[in-house]
């Protein structure tokens, strides 16, 4: 009978044996079976005993038997007719006596049942089998086959990188896990990300900080845009400072605008409240005119405003400092007056009798700035320490110390509604402190050289600042993006806003005070008169601003017409610093001979 190949193998998987289709089973019997388990015709052990009519069992193979019978339809051992349909399979308990007989593996000679060989060829590992991947091997043993798989050719492997469900033969796995696009690879611009193949694209395009990109902001009618290119990480910086970056109308109107045309923005809820606000002021104001008027018979606040420059005196000479005087500011309640010195001091005074209440020792730095917090409960200073320290007027002592200037402080202020302090000088940085925390709050950048003066407006919509680098920078608060640069000639060494926030005043060095009109931003007037440089500037409730200078005089100026209406001369060197009281009426100057000096009109005892 004809061996049954399963699966192509090289060896039968009945017997085991290495045969060819048509060759019988040859089993290797540990005992020699039985005549009567032999097939009369192949003298083999039956392997299919069929059974015919005459009860003989007959053939390895059923296929064999069919083709004796139609050679010679007889019984081989009795010779009684037979045909194919007298065919039967024999008995199972023949069949079951044959599968117990005891035969050898060819592969490695364990015994076993006949019946069980054929499972045992399938798990056996000195079989020999063919490579199941089709790489050609077919001399392989069984027990070898993992071991040959590991390196196949032709094994089918899955993608090892994490995310990837590529599978392939492993001869062409090299070639794509070299390409794989789930690879972990490290941008090609060198800014040290590692990230997936399939990713290094828009790393590149949208997060890289070394790819070139840029800005490409525009302002809000789209005929201006910025053409400033750079590294990622560069123009992000730009963008922070951008003049075309968008911005939002900070009344809350909607529109949509850039920082560079915010100033230029009309914003129509904010005029109509500017208008109901002035018309309800001068409503106001109209009928305290008129009754008084009615009174008296004169306009007695007209005529009030225009003598007090006249009836300005000399008060008192506060003389305990024993160097320059650089700054000097009334707090907010108008009870106390601070000043700094080149002495290393910080001295407050009492406006009823003008005693220094107390001396605040910064150390062995001088002391440049000085200001009040909006309730009047601390006392900020700055110098050439680089620090910012805050006292507690309560107990004059230390209450915070607020680092990081890096250079020496030119000047200190606060805002009006009690949030800030600012600070600002040689470093060329504006510092924004929280007056309740007491924290950094920002770093406004945007000075080129070191910042002399920074002031807030009174009605809290802009932040002032003026350098050496003959600028006077607006800052809006909250964003502190810079609105607008009012370029001068020369160096300045201050700037005041007026009550009523609608002029700048700015002291420069080319001897003139200038004046800007914040609803234009045009230069509205340039008054002349000192003889040299104006160090300060100062406006008082009222008309009138003062304004002092390093030609040793202070000069009152009217708002009105814009003149110098009166000249004080008392200092006897440079005038650094004055601060007018609360309620528009007394006035402290002070500068480099170690003085400051009050001045009253005749009819006011104080401030």
Avoid at 238 to 243: M, N
Wanted: net charge negative; hydrophobic share 40%.
């Amino acid at each position: 009978p004809p061996c049954l190949s399963l699966m192509s193998l090289i060896c039968c998987g009945v017997c085991g044996a290495p045969t060819e289709p048509g060759h019988l089973h040859t089993f290797d019997y540990t005992e020699e079976p039985e005549e009567e388990y032999m097939c009369p015709i192949s003298r083999l052990p039956l392997f299919e005993p069929q059974q015919v009519p005459c009860e003989h069992l007959h053939l390895v193979s059923k296929a064999e038997l069919l083709r004796w019978i139609e050679s010679k339809p007889t019984c081989p051992v009795d010779r009684t007719p037979i045909t194919a349909s007298d065919l039967r399979p024999a008995p199972l308990a023949v069949r079951n006596v044959l599968n117990k007989l005891r035969v050898r593996c060819p592969h490695c000679a364990v015994a076993t049942f006949r019946g069980d060989l054929p499972s045992h060829l399938r798990v056996c590992g000195a079989a020999p089998v063919s490579c199941p991947d089709n790489c050609g091997a077919t001399q392989l043993l069984r027990r070898n086959l993992l071991l040959h798989r590991a390196v196949c050719q032709n094994t089918i492997l899955s993608c090892a990188v994490p995310g990837c469900s590529h599978t392939s033969e492993r001869k062409a796995m090299t070639a794509h896990v070299a390409a794989c696009s789930f690879m972990a690879v490290s941008c090609s611009l060198g800014c040290g990300a590692v990230v997936r193949r399939f990713d290094l694209e828009a790393h590149t395009a949208t997060r890289c900080p070394e790819s070139s990109i840029t800005c490409a902001f525009a302002n809000s009618s789209g005929t201006e845009v910025c053409s400033y290119t750079g590294l990622r990480r560069l123009v992000l910086e730009h963008r922070s400072t951008c003049v075309l970056r968008p911005a939002e109308c900070p009344n809350g109107c909607g529109v949509k605008m850039s920082v560079q045309d915010a100033p230029a923005h009309s914003c129509i809820r904010y005029l109509a409240a500017e208008l109901a606000r002035e018309r309800q002021e001068r409503a106001r104001l109209e009928e305290v005119v008129d009754r008084l008027c009615k009174r008296v018979g004169v306009d007695a606040g007209a005529v009030e405003e225009c003598a007090w420059p006249a009836q300005l005196l000399l008060h008192r000479t506060l003389e305990q400092h024993t160097e320059g005087v650089w700054g000097v500011v009334f707090s907010p309640d108008g009870r106390l007056l601070a000043s700094a010195s080149h002495d290393d001091t910080v001295r407050v005074w009492s406006t009823e009798s003008w005693e220094c209440l107390a001396t605040l020792r910064v150390g062995d730095e001088d002391v440049y700035a000085v200001a009040f917090t909006a309730d009047s409960r601390y006392v900020v200073s700055g110098g050439d320490d680089a620090c910012v320290r805050v006292w507690a007027v309560e107990t004059w002592l230390p209450f915070q110390v607020l680092k990081g200037h890096v250079k020496s402080i030119f000047c200190v202020s606060a805002s009006s509604d009690g949030r800030y302090v600012f600070s600002a000088g040689l470093d060329a940085l504006i510092h924004v402190w929280n007056a309740r925390t007491w924290d950094l709050e920002r770093v406004i950048h945007g000075h080129t050289e070191m910042i002399q003066s920074v002031v807030m407006a009174p009605d809290g919509r802009y932040l002032i600042s003026a350098g050496d680098d003959a600028t006077v920078r607006i800052w809006l608060p909250g964003t502190w993006d810079c609105v607008r640069v009012l370029q001068h000639d020369d160096t300045l060494f201050g700037a005041a806003i007026s009550p009523d926030s609608r002029y700048i005043f700015s002291a420069c060095k080319d001897r003139s005070i200038w004046v800007w009109d914040i609803l234009t931003w045009a230069l509205a007037h340039r008054l002349q008169g000192h003889e040299d440089a104006v160090c300060t500037v100062t406006a008082v409730p009222g008309r009138h601003i003062i304004s002092g200078s390093w030609d040793r005089s202070v000069r009152v100026w009217d708002t009105h017409t814009w003149s110098c209406v009166r000249v004080l001369q008392e200092h006897t060197e440079s005038v650094f610093s004055i601060a007018a009281a609360p309620d528009g009426k007394t006035f402290v100057s002070s500068g480099d001979d170690n003085k400051l000096c009050v001045w009253t009109p005749t009819s006011h005892s104080g401030p």
